[in-house]
Structures are given as structure tokens and as C-alpha cells.
């Protein structure tokens, strides 16, 4: 019988957070779970479940991060698992955002997920055990469509941290995983979920204006069912020995692959003239 985990789940009010919460109630374990607003309308959504602990705060704020987290300890007395899902889109063409729209997706995606970080691995480090979950995005791989770079570029981060914290926090037996989703039927692509641009340039009408006409038809028809999502991240934080980097999605595994041989073949083009740089010996 496996041993009762605690969570810590960022952006639990809907899509991947609320499913990965739903879960990881049924699963047997301890969850506590942040929203901005409307904490009863949540606790009320699980019946006020005992195993539940909904706790107000926004990942941008640093102080209330460590307020949440210390709730989360004086309450259960440990996290074993912190899942940093909390996350928007920004729709945009990048001569289009504005400077504050942008720090804003990275203060949410990129630092929120540095605040929540900090805040808990003192307390793995106590432990010595743990098990980081970055909610990244399968356009941390890769464009996908003209529009959304700017929201991927944060993911690139999102990976890219994972990488370097894993090597840190190894030695505690702390685990670290990047978990890039595909397509799925969350509220992702509605609009609540994202943010266009206020500055729209006629000039982005055949590139990143179809992706805005088109929005409203993605909504309900992406392919990944996200309660087999959150299967996966149960199981992935029983793991003894989890990924890295773990695409999920057909879409995502795809564009993982197809990314990974363009970048080796563009590598191989110029292999020469990028090795020639070296100091020739006399």
C-alpha cells in the first residue's frame, strides 16, 4: 500500500489543477489546493472534503506564497508533492505585446512558479524527499502556431529551470519533473483562460489574426482527455525513478520527436562552420 502523499497544487481552481486535485482526493491523499478568488465556491465543489485544504493566494505574490505554504505545513505537517500549475496564455504577436503584458505572463508562469518553488523545498529539503511537478506545455517544444510564442517562450523557461533544479535539489532526494501537455478539453483556449494582446496589427492578419478567428473553434475540440491527465500525474508521483521531461499527448510526443530531428539535422547543416571557431595552434 502506497504511503499518503500531501499536495500542493497552484491553480486549482479549474482545468489541470482542478482534475489533478480531483484525483489526487480519490487516490487517498492530502491536497492543498490555491485559488485567487472564491475558495468556498471549491471546498464546496469536493463536498468540503477533510482531506482538503483550499488556500487563497496568487503565485505572483511572494509573501502570500509563504503564507499559503506554511498553512499547508501547519495543517498536514509536510508536501511531498508540489505541482506548479498555476498559468495563462498570452495571444500575440510579439511586435504586438505590450512591455507590461509581457512581464505579466512571466511573472505568473515563469516567476509564480519560482515563488511556490521556494517556498516548499526548504521543507522537501527537511524532508529529504520530494517531488517537483512543472506544469510546462508542448509549446515548450516547440511554435506551434504564430501567436502563442510568446506564451511558449515561457515554458522554454519553465523547462529549462526544471533542468537546473533537478541537478540541485538531487542530492536531497528531491525529484523534478516537467510535464508538457498537448492539446486537452480545458478551459485553456476559452476566454477566460487567455489574453489577447490589447494592440492588434493589421500586418499579423494572415498569421497570428487566424489563430484569434480560430480560438473559438479549437474550444472543445482539442484531443486529450484531462482526467487521463491527471492519471498520469498520480502515477508519475509514485514513481522511484520519474522523467524529466514528460511530454503528454499524442500532439505534444509528436512534436516533441519532430523537433528533436529538425534540430539534429540543422546541427549537422552547420556542424562545420560552428566548429570552426576554435584558437588554430601555431
Known amino acids: ?14 482545468g489541470f489543477g482542478f482534475d489533478i486535485t480531483k484525483a489526487a482526493l480519490a487516490a487517498g491523499d492530502k491536497v492543498v489546493a490555491t485559488v485567487r478568488t472564491k475558495p468556498e465556491k471549491l471546498a464546496a465543489g ?10 487563497v493566494l496568487d503565485v505572483t505574490n511572494e509573501a502570500q506564497v509563504k503564507e499559503g505554504v506554511q498553512k499547508a505545513i501547519d495543517q498536514f505537517g509536510r508536501i511531498d508533492v508540489l505541482v506548479n500549475n498555476a498559468g495563462y496564455a498570452l495571444l500575440a504577436a510579439t511586435e504586438e505585446a505590450s512591455d507590461a503584458e509581457v512581464r505579466k505572463q512571466y511573472d505568473t508562469n515563469v516567476f509564480g512558479l519560482l515563488n511556490a518553488t521556494r517556498a516548499v ?13 512543472n506544469i510546462s506545455s508542448m509549446f515548450g517544444y516547440g511554435a506551434v502556431y504564430a501567436g502563442l510564442g510568446l506564451y511558449g ?28 501537455p498537448g492539446l486537452f ?7 477566460g483562460s487567455y489574453v489577447a494582446s490589447k494592440n492588434i496589427l493589421e500586418a499579423y492578419d494572415a498569421t497570428v489574426g487566424q489563430l484569434r478567428a480560430s480560438m473559438a473553434q479549437v474550444d472543445g475540440n482539442q ?36 523537433n528533436s530531428i529538425k534540430t539534429g539535422k540543422e546541427v549537422a547543416e552547420w556542424e562545420e562552420l560552428s566548429s570552426s571557431t576554435d584558437h588554430v595552434k601555431a
Request: positive net charge; aromatic residues 8%.
Open 121 to 133: 523545498l526548504p521543507y522537501m529539503r527537511n524532508q529529504q524527499a520530494g517531488h517537483i511537478i
Open 1 to 14: 500500500m502506497s504511503k499518503q502523499k500531501v499536495w500542493f497544487i497552484t491553480g486549482a481552481s479549474r
Open 153 to 180: 517562450s515561457t515554458k522554454y523557461a519553465v523547462e529549462g529551470i526544471s533542468e537546473g533544479l533537478a541537478l540541485e535539489v538531487k542530492p536531497f532526494g528531491i525529484h523534478v519533473t516537467a510535464a508538457a
Open 185 to 191: 478539453s480545458t478551459e485553456f483556449v476559452s476566454t
Open 223 to 258: 484531443p486529450g482527455d484531462p482526467a487521463k491527465l491527471a492519471a498520469i500525474i498520480i502515477q508519475l508521483a509514485s514513481s522511484k525513478n520519474p522523467p524529466l521531461h514528460l511530454p503528454i499527448g499524442r500532439d505534444s510526443v509528436t512534436l516533441f520527436n519532430d
Open 46 to 55: 469536493f463536498q468540503h472534503h477533510p482531506s482538503l485544504l483550499v488556500v
